[in-house]
């Protein structure tokens, strides 16, 4: 009998895999380095590697693999295109390899969607049906579930609350070409050069006492100053949370989803990130009742991903996902 | 054999309603005046009597009636809550006593719904899965099509795109009660109002030949001056056009929908409207490729939303819509 899930989920500096029950209960994880360097053929043999020896004598057991990768992929034909984290996968077809190798469903979705079908199917989602969660990290994604499924849109593009453009006016170019975008002002990499920006220009804080060279500042130093009541910290992170809250009220005036799942490094912040969008997201919402607007951290923390892996496994093996191949 | 569809779409100042064939093609159509100053239950009086009398002698046809009523409403209930333009409607219930007068099922939706639904069956969205629609009028709203479903979300509050934030830092006070709405800067009134501001600080302008008294100036007044080269209401119009592609093109980052529809009384403007969107949406947007961004306007003009209506009717009678009473 054919039992056994299993969740990939490829990341730039680790690629995590599961193995789990129909249920989505884990029964093995490993962690791999991703070795990029190594060459995508490489990288996948040492995937295939780890499959095989979680599974053991259970070989025969696999039903199907989910796979989840860094945007951008095409999900209908199974490619990962040219993600800027995976240097040299360009149109890698990992579901037709992953098929040939272990003759089972697989599936892929990027690593957003796959994080918010994980949460909805196993974390802070359960029981709902819409969800938006979003991911704030180095740099911010999102994922929408409708009716229990990945929301793909047109060229798998929906989701990307990253680059919803909050501050069009005198917003900073995003890499995306666009200005303004949510992403250019509270994903990781901007939070830190913000504050490295006024500290650049002299003002005072704890955190020169932290590090030695204020180029090593990362959202993970102005969370700990913020902790430490530092001004200037509290005054890039109480922006930070304000655009946040904006980004995240336009998507829910849009898609009044039942919860709004945030996941991502910098929800590691816990209530510091979480208690401010509770209070400022409905005073951003002005067209559904505050009471109606649930606001939750991810559940499986640095697993969504991992679990969502499973959860799209999952989708391919009761058959009601449908792009995969068989 | 019952193979009459009805639609009924209440407005503030006229109720429109058809008959049609389970196809949507219109038998028969009727304007009446809404009469607020009636009261609900006179107005759905004349609104039962034009029903009765669109039918003739086919009442036993009468399969199911849709209808389109402005926000808020309650879909589930069947009640119209209280529309700012229907005065002393305060939980009306409408699916109740129509179901009550003609024993057929009946569905209630709100105008966007309805009209995103009409443009979807029968207009500009035929052969989608996922649409947005748009309407740009007095006031700005929104209906989205997922699956060939209206979309609802907690509350019935998706696709109000009107109430999403493009100018948080320096926008004006909604009346919503949030600051730089896309309705705030875009919608008729407000296109008139940035007008009549400029003018009353003195800008020249044809419009002052055009009117007696600036304060008689309209969205229609700004778009006739933006026709002979105005450079005030070129200006203005600009500006409109400028938000009006961020706010969908924010909507598209998220959505990626198959097509974006543009109804409403200020897509009467046509191609002066259509061309700055279709040039601009896509360079608000990052993550699609701009040619899979489709944005068409309303092909069923002033009459979306009565053809949603039927469209509703056509779901009710399906049995493929959730909510209705039988």
Known sequence: MKNILAGI???????AIATA????ELLDKRFLPTQTH?????VFENMCRAVVEMLGDDADKLAAIGVGSPAPIDVEKGLILSPSNLQDW????????????????????NDANAAALGEFMFGAGRGCRDVLYVTVSTGIGGGIIINGEIYHGVSTGAGEIGHTVVRPDDGILCNCGLRGCLESICAGVHIARRTKERLAAGESSVIRDMLSDIEDVTAETVVEAVRQNDRLATEIWDETCRYLAIGIGNAV???APEIVIVGGGISMAGELLMEPLRRLVPRCVSMIPP??????RA???AESGLHGAVAIARKAYSGSHLMYAV
């Open 38 to 42: 190594l060459g995508p053929e490489a």
């Open 291 to 296: 009471e109606k607007i649930r606001i939750r």
């Open 253 to 255: 005036t849009l898609l």
């Open 90 to 109: 360009d149109r890698f077809p990992i579901v037709d390899l992953l098929n040939e190798r272990f003759d089972v469903p697989v599936v892929l979705d």
């Open 21 to 24: 029950t129909p249920d989505g």
């Open 9 to 15: 989920d490829i990341g730039g500096t680790k690629i």
């Open 299 to 301: 559940e499986l923390g």
